[in-house]
């Protein structure tokens, strides 16, 4: 019986060992196929997955897939595995949440469950550098997870200024290595 069972796992292992170098596939390229795929992002690079998960409305967000911005790559996971794509060489996704009396914090952007107060809103938002010019200066809308995010230069610090409604709100942002994706404190008085 112990012979049996010693035999059905070497031969287990043989075929598992054979199916996996007969494939002459990379097993990291077949999860990060097979996790895109999964949830209708195959063939789509980190900006493109970024502009779809975060502007995709709250009721419609899968709760499988968890994707997690970081300055130099986007991380993508579920019940089947994590995968990373790398973001663009010179710029990097800040997602941004104003707010008047709820926040919550917030490091790195989560696409699939970061929420702010204020969905679907109109504000005015300027990213300066620390010379104090203009890096972008856009009126927009919030997405309906109350966030909205914006494609800034790497290596760039300074402040964001939010106007909306007459109240107005500024805060501290760094794209370089150690700089958050996800700001939280822009607290609107």
Partial sequence: MKRAAILVTALALTLTGCAATDSGRDDAAISQADLLAAHGLEG????EIITELDQTPRAERSTELMASIRIDELILSDDTGETSLPMPEDETYMSIAPYVNQTH??????????TG????????????????????DEEVTTYDN???GFWVPKGATGTIEVD??????????????????????????
């Fill in 105 to 114: 914090d917030c490091f790195y952007h989560s696409l699939t469950t970061c």
């Fill in 164 to 189: 909306h409604e007459g109240r107005t709100a500024t805060a501290d942002f760094s794209t370089e290595d150690d700089g958050a994706t996800c700001v939280t404190t822009l607290q609107l008085t």
């Fill in 117 to 136: 107060e204020l969905g679907n809103e109109p504000v005015h938002v300027t990213f300066r550098d620390d010379a104090g010019e203009a890096i972008l």
């Fill in 44 to 47: 789509k690079d980190a900006r």
């Fill in 146 to 148: 109350g966030f909205v």
